[in-house]
């Protein structure tokens, strides 16, 4: 299995000639090669992670392509055939298999509302958690990616986060909220909590891939 990063929070595996693709949001550009999409996953409803040009693309490409999301996205989503998903959901989309975690997305502020959130693990050997800090119960956790920067994420709870699920490989995620600076010092503050746990941290540019 192969796990390409694109811009921001969205994310492309392949696997035997299929794909599945994660969170293509407003701060991702247009996604080509579509039409081997056999599932789309999105783990919650801010714009950031999904927008009806992305899923139309992806539908024009892949029609009928199954889309696996929470209730609020459902919600917001009107007029898209959408799967809800709930942590302690599994489902396959061809030949992956998905199960979800976590619940809800992290506090941006008191003053906003919480929405609901769900963490992904593919074929039992990746996990995204989304916007959260979700650590999949009872699982050894092969690749993170883990989240870098946005309005919720403090470092030092990010760090705890990666120590937290002690990755055996990360690389870093929502991430087109920080200068390039930013990054590169947020980059260094999870590889650092990655070797603690034995891991190794990869840095991965948009368009960039890891085999796992």
Same mark, same amino acid.
């Given at each position: 299995?192969?796990?390409?990063? *694109? ?16 969170? +293509? ?15 789309? $996953? ?58 979800? *975690?976590?619940? !809800? ?30 650590? +999949? !119960? ?12 946005? +309005? ?27 200068? $390039? ?24 540019? +948009? ?6």
């Amino acid at each position: 299995m192969r796990v390409t990063k *694109f811009e921001h929070a969205a994310l492309r595996l392949d696997a035997g000639g299929q794909t599945l693709l994660i969170d +293509p949001g407003s701060f991702t550009a247009p996604l080509n090669d579509l039409a081997d999409v056999v599932g789309v $996953v999105i783990t919650h409803e801010h714009p950031d992670h999904w927008t009806t040009e992305h899923l139309d693309r992806i539908l024009r490409a892949a029609p009928g392509v199954p889309i696996f999301a929470t209730a609020g996205v459902a919600r917001a989503a009107e007029g898209y055939e959408i799967t809800t998903v709930a942590p302690g959901d599994a489902v396959e989309a061809g030949d992956f298999r998905l199960r979800f *975690f976590g619940g !809800a997305h992290e506090v941006i502020h008191s003053s906003l509302p919480t929405i609901e959130n769900v963490g992904v693990l593919v074929n039992d050997e990746f996990y995204y958690p989304g916007d959260s800090y979700a650590v +999949p !119960a009872d699982v050894t956790v092969a690749t993170l990616a883990a989240p870098l920067g946005a +309005p919720w994420l403090k470092i030092g709870e990010a760090m705890d986060y990666v120590l937290a699920v002690a990755p055996r490989r990360a690389f870093g995620t929502h991430d087109m909220t920080l200068s $390039v600076i930013g990054k590169n010092m947020h980059r260094q503050r999870l590889q650092w909590a990655t070797e603690q746990g034995g891991g190794e941290f990869f840095v991965l540019e +948009p368009g960039e891939s890891l085999d796992l």
